[in-house]
Structure formats: C-alpha cells, structure tokens
C-alpha cells in the first residue's frame, strides 16, 4: 500500500489516505504517491481539455509532475524555472521551457500564438507576488490560475478584472485533506459526489505510474538509506540540484517479538521518592506538553508513563520530562502496579471512560475539563464511585482541571468574600475568541462543543466563590447558523446568588480574554483577566498586582499531587465536580 504516511518502518495510517500499489509499481515509484496527488489535485482545478496551452511556474518535484500529467491530457505546455537542469527534465517529457530570469511574457506570447495561455498553473515558492502578476498576464480572457506553491498574495484587481480570470489555491493532495472526518475518521465521501478524494487521487497517479503515463523515477536525483536520513534531510536544504530523495528502509520485521511493533520506548531509569507512587500520563497533546506537564513537574510529580496515540509526541515529552517510558497503549498505565495515579488529557469525549477505568483500576484520576461531554458518560462515573463505595472499597482521589479556582487572584477574591454575608451577584466573562466550525472541540460527538467544554471553566468559578449549589440555569444563544460558541449563561444559587456567565466567540482578540466582577453587600471585587485583582469599597484593601499571568494550573495540580501523598480529601469535592459537570450540560441543552 501507498500512504501519507511519516517516514517509519512501521507506521498507522488512516485508511482513506492509502492506496493499493498496482502490479509494476515499484516501491521506490509508489513512495511519490502522495507528492504526485498533489501536482494532481492542483491540475484537476484548472481543468484542461485536450489541445488547451498552459504554463507551469516552477519546475520542482510537482511541477515537472504537473507538466507529465498535462502532457497525457493532451495539453501543451510551456515551463518555467530558472534551472538548466530542471527545464531540460521538462523538455524531455515533453515541454517548452525558458528561463524565469528571461523575457516570459514573450515566450508565453509565443508559445500561445499571442491568445494567450488557457491557464497558468504556479507550483513556485517565493515571497514575491510576482508569479501571480506575471501569470495574470500570461492568461488569456477568462484564463484560469492555480496557486499549488506559496507565493506572495498582493494581487492587482486590474489583472483580474480587465480580463475575468479565475484564481483557485490548492489545497494539497485532494477533497478531504485537513477534514477530520474523512482522515482520522475514515468517513468517505461518496465517489458519486465527490469523484476525487485525496485517497482516490492517489490512485490515480499510481495508475499513470503503471500506465508509463507518469515517470518519477527519472525525477530521482539522490537515495540514502534510512540509518543516513539525516543526510537526505541536509541534502534537501542545501543541494539545488536535489529534487526526487528516496530513503531506503530495510527489510522489517514484523513478527509478533519485533521491536518495531513493540509500543513502548525505555527513556530513562525510574526516578520515584520514597514512599510516594508514581504518575501516568494519558495525552501528550501541545496542552499537555506546554501545561499540564510542567506543572506536574513543578508539583514534584514522579513520572513513570506518558501515552499518545502515535507514540511520537509521548516519546518527546518523555524525553522533555525525564519519565521512565514511552508507550502508545494505554495499558501500559493503567495496568501497571506501580503507577498509583493518572493524569488524563485526551480528547473529550475519552475523558469520562478514562477516568472509570483509572477509578477501577485503584489509582487516582486527575482529569482535564470536562469530565464528560454526555448525560450518559457522566452516569457512568457516578454509577462507578457508587458501586465503589457500596462494595466498601477505598474510592481514589478525583480531581478535574478547573484551575482557576486555585489561582492567586481567586484565592485572594474567596479570602475577601468569607468574610461577607448576603447573597451576590458576579458577571464572569470569557472573550474566548473564534475556532473553526470543523475544529474538534466544536463537534458535539469529539469535544462537546465550546460550551462543555470551556465554558465549564467560568461555572465552576462560579460555584467556587458563590460557595452554594446552583438552583436554575438557563442560556441565552447569538443567533447563528454556525456551531454554538457565543452565549450567555444564567445561574441561580440556593443561597439566593445570581451569575451571568458571558462566553463570547465574536470579540477582539484586542480585549483581555477573562474578566471576573463580583458585586456582594455595597463592595466589588474586579478579576482582570487573572493578573490583578481590584477592589472597590473595601477600606484597607490594595488593589493586587501580579507580575504576570496566572489561572493557576501548577496550584491545581500540586493541591492533587499533594493530596495523593498525604491520603487527604480531593481538592475539589466529587459532588461538587459532578454539579458543575451537569449544570455545563444543562446549559449547553444536553439531557
């Protein structure tokens, strides 16, 4: 099989980006399956019918491609480089050429007999966005340009205008490329539709390559075998002539006893404190990597096991972290005797099925926000804590990410706040920002939407400094045919406290993120954006500065590390997770 997969011996790749290798294919031609899909995707944008004149821009590995492919449609085609070397590869398939440093125009006037070039096809990288401007000009009326390269976008209205030409960028190797959906999620589209995929494309090219329709062996220029990757990498930077590198792996093996199928790496030797367990890590994600890991380290955490999915990123934050091992099967943690607790920061919808098992297995979950994205998974780890205590068994410690209840600034607002009576009244507002709608925390089924999944933060802040349990809850939407990300969020408290949770999508990136005002008995506190703390009507009290930025992440997780070792109660109440769990379903309209 063909794929767009990494350079590995072994890899995993998503079904609908491989392809079967047709008979005569040799491995080495099939390797340029997916390159080749993208000189193909970007030719199948411009359209050619048989007989039309078009230009390529750029002669690299996809342009010299672009140029075979054009050439079995039965286009001529004229090509541009500034390399000798690579223009008489184009020559030989077929092509006109002429130096980018020459008069281009005029040979594109030439070569088209002065009608102009039916399309333009820019596989260049430059900053310049002179191949745009030099093609518009190449075009004749109603000409079509596509971009394949990276170019500069500074286009001239009057070039387009003048002459309705259409302008389309590439997007890599086909429908379906960057769709999670279709990659990770292996849905494809139906071939009545959408007649070519990314996958589909990459068939296509292997059936040229076994037609002698398409030769890559001759865009060859440098092989190394993969124990000298390293030199192929330098090549590709430093050496012009360079253009095809084939990397050459052994011979695999691939029984059960290979060290290639085993999914753990040995990264140092244990480091534990005395009397203490140790931490396994689910998630190797940029949060975990960037937050949650530092953090554990800052909180004296004694890493044993990191877990991704690849097993790549866990490798680097292994190595980052000083952790024991590297693994990308989960059992290795939570199978594991001598690891005690589990740190989870996996995509959402895992997080409720993780911790069950965690909980089961005897060791003490810290979880990232939120703990469930459905009614039904936060029953199910309501049922295990139950079935837990009424077998007598000793329940561990859960905690689920809600730092902000433990940064300075909060610490200093619920200190303050103590010492009130009456109920209050706070407007919490998170200026969080737009994300695509195909982005995975958008999808209901992957991350539970915007509101479960981050708007969950101000409600549990919410029900930390109010200290009573919410009573009523009801959301207010932005009108919108997009997904669910701009909302207000009303919450009534038994003790009579009212909160406005104002999570908005729509903002300026221009205007701090949070911002937190608490109004309680004629005094109010004012939370900006967690780096100082004003206060209004409370005599003696200074307004509180801190030198940056802090929502309190390492305070969480050292109060959780901390707990585990002394045998103390969880920093956050169960109950109380549970509630701030339901009331961020219930707002979001999922029963």
């Given amino acids: 099989m063909a794929s767009a997969g990494p350079h590995a011996e072994v890899s995993s790749v998503p079904i609908n980006l491989t392809a079967p290798v047709p008979d005569g294919v040799t491995a080495a031609d099939a390797a340029f399956a997916t390159i080749a899909s993208i000189a193909l995707q970007g030719t199948r944008l411009i359209a050619p019918t048989l007989g039309e004149r078009f230009v390529v821009v750029g002669l690299g590995l996809v342009g010299l491609i672009a140029v075979q492919i054009l050439e079995a449609q039965g286009c001529a085609v004229l090509g541009i480089d500034p390399n000798p070397t690579r223009r008489a590869r184009a020559e030989a398939y077929g092509a006109v050429t002429v130096d980018s440093g020459g008069d281009v ?7 088209t007999a002065g009608r102009g070039a039916d399309g333009v096809l820019v596989c260049a990288s430059t900053k310049s966005s002179e191949p745009i401007h030099q093609a ?3 075009c004749r009326q109603r000409g079509r340009i596509v971009l394949v390269g990276v170019t500069g976008l500074e286009l001239d209205r009057s070039d387009f205008y003048e002459k309705e030409l259409t302008f389309q960028v590439s997007a890599s190797y086909g429908p379906g490329r960057y769709d999670p959906v279709y990659e990770q999620g292996g849905i494809d ?6 007649r070519w995929t990314a996958g589909r494309n990459m068939e296509a090219v292997l059936g040229l390559m076994a037609t002698g329709k398409l030769d890559v062996a001759s865009l060859v220029t440098h092989e190394y075998a993969f124990d000298d990757a390293s030199n192929a990498y330098d090549t590709l930077v430093s050496d012009p002539a360079a253009l095809g590198i084939v990397l050459s792996y052994p011979q695999a093996d691939l029984s059960p006893a290979s060290p290639l199928l085993q999914r753990r790496v040995t990264v140092s030797s244990p480091r534990t404190r005395p009397g203490s367990g140790r931490v396994g890590v689910i998630g190797a994600g940029t949060f975990a990597a960037q937050v949650l890991l530092p953090a554990l380290a800052s909180a004296g955490g004694d890493l044993d096991t990191i877990v991704s999915s690849g097993g790549t990123s866990a490798t680097l934050a292994a190595r980052r972290f000083e952790a024991r091992q590297a693994s990308s099967d ?3 943690v939570f199978d594991a005797a001598v690891i005690d607790t589990v740190v989870i920061a996996t995509r959402h919808d895992s997080h409720a099925r993780y911790v069950e098992r965690a909980l089961r297995a005897g060791k003490h979950a810290f979880v990232e926000k939120p703990l469930a994205i459905t009614r039904a998974q936060l029953d199910d780890v309501v049922a295990c804590v139950d079935e837990l205590i009424g077998a007598g068994t000793r329940v561990p410690l859960l905690t689920v990410g809600f730092n902000r209840r433990f940064a300075p600034v909060t610490v200093r607002m619920a200190g303050l706040l103590a010492k009130q009576s009456g109920p209050k009244a706070i407007t919490l507002t998170m200026n969080a920002g737009a994300i695509p709608a195909h982005h995975w925390t958008q999808d209901v089924a992957a991350g539970g939407g915007r509101i479960v999944g981050e708007a969950c933060h101000l409600v549990d802040l919410a029900r930390f400094l109010v200290g009573s349990p919410v009573a009523d809850v009801k959301t207010t939407v932005l009108a919108s045919s997009g997904p ?4 207000t969020i009303s919450l009534g408290f038994e003790d009579g406290s009212i909160a406005t949770v104002n999570y908005f999508a729509n903002g300026s ?4 993120k949070e911002r937190v005002e608490v109004f309680s008995s004629g005094r109010v506190l ?3 954006n967690f780096r100082t703390l004003k206060a209004y009507g409370w005599p003696g009290v200074r307004t509180m500065r801190l030198r940056r930025q802090d929502k309190g992440h390492h305070a969480c997780m050292a109060a959780f590390i901390a707990a ?6 969880a920093p956050i109440a169960f109950d109380e997770i549970v509630e701030v769990s339901d009331v961020a379903l219930r707002a979001a309209g999922i029963d």
């Fill in 509 to 512: 990136k221009r205007y701090p």
């Fill in 526 to 528: 004012v939370n900006d």
């Fill in 564 to 569: 585990v070792r002394s045998g103390g109660p």
């Fill in 484 to 487: 669910v990300d701009t909302a």
């Fill in 189 to 194: 589209y139906p071939a009545g539709f959408v």
């Fill in 136 to 138: 518009a000009q190449m």
């Fill in 105 to 111: 125009l005029g040979a594109a006037h030439e070569f």
């Fill in 330 to 332: 989960t059992a290795d």
